[in-house]
């Protein structure tokens, strides 16, 4: 085993870990990524925003990294709710009034090579935390397998950016305080060359489903379905043989993709739960969905996790420092930043 002392230890490298490490690099001497997936693995989860999340890139200075990424932005949509069809226009607030969608295996590494370009973040990868490091009650470090061999590193600070799923967050003791379990499944595939209007987006809403068409790069497009499970019971079919069935028999998007080609196979998840858990305590702060997060059924997930990312970047920048900076008080910070969403998505996924 070999030791090494880094100033912050970030374990996962995507959106909210990425985008944390880009902003605390200013503030820090070294900063190590950590993340265990492959920047070229399908990672179904999307990543949609509106105006409110390209505002959040703009905070933390990452709007052109991510307008770079090539996907369109667009400025309304059609909506079928039910029978009826309604072509929209967004308002125009601002230079931020629109909305877009960036494929995660462009939009990830893209965060990754913007932080690297500091020039003081290393990543690891594929790399897994396995154990984290404490003393006197605070995290000192985090045991990492990398390249097959485990290495011992300590940090002043350990940062969790490591999902919804995060095994660490209970290393540290951050237990959720707050949970709502999820009747709706996620699900989406890229498609290439549909013949539809790269300016706008498309939403289906009907009896428990949701299915919407973004543009999300050059002829390309996503195609995501939220499901409720009582439909799911209902039909007895595989989520995704429902995903299939209803893209098809849609009357906007059947003929479109039929002109069309699939190019992912149908990912998403299931069963999920929205949490809060607090964001930071001795040695150690959670962004992104580690930390809180919200069904994908109102697409503001990545915006949640820009604004976590955002909290602890201010924080630290007025202690002008990572050791020994005070992050007392941040989880009240962020739940009032995301009150409006966090009430706005708990409605749609448990109404009453
Ligand atoms: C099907 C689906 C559709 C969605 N659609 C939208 C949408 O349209 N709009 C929107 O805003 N949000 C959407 N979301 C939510 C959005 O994807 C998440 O909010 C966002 O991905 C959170 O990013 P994150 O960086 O916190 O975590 P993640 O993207 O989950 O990244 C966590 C990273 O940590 C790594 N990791 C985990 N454990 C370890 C370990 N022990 N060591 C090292 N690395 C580790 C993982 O490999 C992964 O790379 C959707 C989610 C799903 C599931």
New binding site residues.
Partial sequence: MSTDHWDVVV???????ASTAWALAPYAERILV????RATAF???????DRT?NLAWAELDLLDTVLACGAPRTYGDTQRIGDEVVERVYPLEDGYSYRM?VA?EVLDPALLAAAQSRGNVTVWRP????DVTTDAGRVRGVTVRHAGVDREVTCDLLVL????????VQRVGATAYQVIESPWF???AYYENLPLPTDRSYFSLQDRSVLICTPCGDKQWCI?LDLHQSLIDATGRHPARSYDRMVRDDPHLGPAVAAGRRTTTVG??GR?RMLRRPMSGPGWCL????GY??D?VT???????LVTARILRDRIAAAGRIAGADLTGLTAERDAALAEDWAYTAQIVAPG
């Fill in positions: 374990v996962g490298g995507r959106i909210a870990g950590v993340d265990a997936s990672w179904p989860q999307q990543s949609t925003w999340g969608s995660r790399a897994q935390v396995r950016a490591d999902g919804r799923l995060s095994r660490n996620a699900l989406l995501a998403g998840a999920m962004v992104g969905d580690a997060h919200l994908p697409a503001q997930g990545t915006r949640a996790a």
